[in-house]
């Protein structure tokens, strides 16, 4: 069979194929195998009647099925010959079918363009500054404070919001104990424990002693309760208030090796500003990748596009905690957004567009400027990441240095990461406009 390719634009090619009696021949044999199986004919099991018997009786009425045949066993025969390869499912015409004589198809299809990139260097970008407010050591320090918080005995004191209490505590059902601890801490800061503990704890001073009865819900999750009247019974044995620490040189030094609180201010702020710059760097880069993007335009093949909108609306399904095997729609975005289904269309396949274009601009400047990331540079990057996340140096570590799935996904990451440093070194970056540090963490561009 001879087949051959013609592009019909940037991302769209159809490949002819041109195939002989004898391909059609050979089409209708497979066809009469696979009808075979379900013809019955008088004196024979199902499936068993002889080949000659089941051309006879069928004839011509798996004309369809043979088509069928030949169109796919011919694409799938030829697929990983197309050049360009394939992007996308074909779509089919049949232009010819003549049983003895010949037949005449097409398969259309989306391919990859070829990306020249002519103006990808010393690109100008303006990289906004960070300002660093006051205001913004506030929050570190006072979680510092709560990292170091100070237990305050309460004797003669009642329970309120926020203490931490000991309890000598009993449930029973009737006269059967369910549960017992003599020193039971809870922390009344928290979630409830026990149904109606909290409320009864409140007020209570050392050496009160109290019970109450509750009819416990059949969905609790413990089922030695669930379902069941209980009776909770305690004695209030300690109770210990939360003081928070002054902030001065001595909460410094709890805090990590700083001689004073000026030490302690100047890491934060050190701190902040890194993850600021760093996020309005990755900023730039964006920038520059979109000025690739407008100084060397390409088009993208549909069949792409759809995938990534598909991809994007797993993800967000994953953020929004919908089970797995199930995702939210463009239909139900507009539900939930209050627009019509067309709007939302429009802004993902705008957003896979873009994702899609920035990839490939990224692929296509790593291979001109010959950009790898080697083993050595790989492994050293695997080891880190297990070692920060806890993983001990050893044998089981080398073993996770050594997996190909965690190798190969973080090889594609840190291309891309040294392929948008090569662009942003190789561009003239300008210090651009102030921006308040205070603002990025409230609209939820950085977390400090």
């Known amino acids: 069979m001879e087949y051959k390719v013609k592009k019909k634009s940037d991302t769209q090619a159809v490949v002819t194929f041109t195939a002989t009696a004898a391909d059609i021949e050979g089409a209708y044999e497979k066809a009469y195998v696979k009808a075979a199986s379900k013809v019955k004919l008088p004196g024979f ?35 990983e010959k197309l050049d360009p390869s394939p992007v996308s499912r074909p779509s089919f ?6 049983p003895g004589k010949g037949a005449e198809f097409e398969a259309e299809y989306e391919f990859l363009p070829e990306i020249k990139l002519a103006k990808y260097k010393k690109l100008k970008v303006e990289q906004e500054q960070p300002e660093f407010e006051e205001a913004l050591y506030e929050p570190v320090l006072t979680k510092i404070q709560e990292q170091n918080v100070i237990m305050v005995p309460r004797e003669g004191q009642p329970v309120s919001e926020g203490d931490v209490v ?20 809870f922390d009344t800061a928290k979630d409830e424990i026990f149904p109606g503990l909290k409320e009864a704890v409140s007020g209570k001073k050392v050496g009160d ?16 309760y669930a379902g069941k009247k209980v009776t909770v019974s305690f004695d209030t ?59 060397n335009p390409f088009a993208v093949p549909t069949a792409l596009v759809e995938t990534e909108v598909e991809r994007i609306l797993a993800n967000l399904s994953r953020r929004l905690g919908i089970e797995e095997g199930k995702r939210i729609s463009i239909e139900g975005l507009a539900q939930l957004t209050g627009r019509t289904g067309e709007e939302v269309k429009s802004e993902y396949e705008a957003m896979a567009l873009e994702n899609i274009k920035s990839r490939m601009v990224i692929d296509e400047t790593a291979r001109l400027e010959s950009i790898e990331v080697t083993d050595a540079d790989l492994e050293k990057e695997i080891r880190e990441r ?35 440093d090569w662009l942003y070194e190789n561009a003239e970056v300008k210090k651009g406009d102030k921006v308040s540090i205070k603002k990025l963490i409230d609209e939820g561009k950085i977390r400090i």
Do not use: C, W
């Open 386 to 420: 297990l070692v920060s996340a806890g993983y001990e140096d050893g044998p089981m570590l080398d073993r996770m240095v050594q997996d190909e799935n965690l190798r190969s996904g973080l090889r594609d990451e840190m291309k891309v990461k040294k392929t948008l």
């Open 209 to 224: 002693a109290h019970s109450y009865e509750v009819d416990v819900e059949k969905n609790f999750p413990d089922r030695r």
């Open 237 to 295: 044995v300690d109770v210990r208030a939360r003081e928070l620490p002054a902030i001065n040189d001595e909460l410094a030094a709890q805090a990590g090796e700083f001689s004073t609180l000026a030490d302690l201010k100047a890491d934060i702020k050190s701190k902040i500003l890194k993850v600021a710059e760093e996020h309005l760097k990755g900023r730039a880069m964006d920038s520059l990748i979109k000025q690739v993007i407008e100084k």
């Open 166 to 185: 000991t309890l000598n505590l009993q449930i029973a059902q009737g006269k059967k104990e369910l549960y017992k601890n003599s020193e039971l801490e």
């Open 93 to 98: 015409k049949l232009e010819k079918f003549e």
């Open 45 to 79: 099991r199902p499936g068993k009647a002889p080949i000659d018997l089941v051309k006879k009786h069928l004839g011509d009425s798996v004309i369809e099925d043979a088509a069928n045949i030949l169109v796919i066993d011919a694409y799938n025969d030829t697929v």
